[in-house]
């Protein structure tokens, strides 16, 4: 069943596929009314943008993946709210990135069944969103419906889904895929952190497994870095790109999943510890 959500917050395809068609229909089912009234984004940053999140697993994905390893739940290795919220933050570039990061951390939380983790975050995603200028294009009744409602995990995406597929929509039509394009990529960033974080509570077997999940993102990572680089003024884009540039200059020199022995993938590791530890505080 369909676990693929970019939680609340900048829905994008990559959370699940559908044919545009299937997208407008499920748009006009719950009611939804998307402003086309502004110009579309640039086409070539558009064709990026959808080539790398139709080619990339969806965050959703790989913290299922991992998820289906059966490791220790560590809430501890998600991004800390409490030291969020303590300060104040205008900055949408900064927002877009750290919902994204948190959509990682629902997920991971919600395929774990921990459902008290999961609303929390939930929460944060909505204020987020609001402080995006979104807030119009998801009901407020949305956590009351999640928290009050006896709501099982297929359902909680479900309802997700829906809210994903308005916001998506939205910002592809209003020139705001710079938005869209930093919080897939927190998202990307933050379940490669937690895998790379779950690897030193792993038994032999589950090492393997997670150093083939890392080794496979050496292709999609080139695809997020040509949509990256097309934003060559953000500052955060600037330091997302170098940061995932090292990561993926090393990745290329690995032939083979076999090849990431102790050495390589410790210092990999280091690598994408340090960034999503600066990410944070951009």
Known sequence: MFFGICLLGIGLNGCRQKPENAQKDELDNVGVSVDTLANTADEQLLFHFDYAVANIPS?????????????????????????????????????????????ADAIYALVNDQTGDFLRRMSFSLKQIEKLGLSTLVEKSTLDRAQ?????????????????????????????????ALSFSGAW??????????????DEKQAQKIRGY???????????????SEFKK?????????????????????????????????????????LREDATKW
């Open 59 to 103: 965050p959703a994905t790989l913290v299922k993946d991992i998820s289906s390893l059966n490791l220790p739940y560590k809430s501890a290795y998600m991004i800390n709210l409490e030291e969020i919220n303590a300060v104040e933050n205008t900055n949408e570039q900064r927002i877009a990135l750290l919902l994204g990061m948190n959509n």
């Open 214 to 228: 890392l080794f496979d993102q050496k292709v999609h990572l080139g695809n997020l870095l040509k949509l990256i």
């Open 234 to 274: 953000d500052p955060i884009m600037v330091e997302l790109n170098a940061g995932f540039s090292d990561l993926h200059q090393h990745l290329l020199q690995v032939k083979s999943a076999k090849e990431l022995d102790d050495l390589i993938f410790e210092n990999l590791q280091l690598k994408m510890i340090k």
């Open 189 to 202: 960033l933050e379940s490669i952190y937690l895998m790379v974080k779950l690897h030193e509570s792993s």
């Open 148 to 180: 009050n409602q006896a709501m099982t995990k297929d359902s909680l995406a479900q309802l997700i889904d829906q809210v994903s597929i308005r916001v998506d929509t939205y910002l592809r039509n209003n020139e705001r895929v710079k938005i869209a």
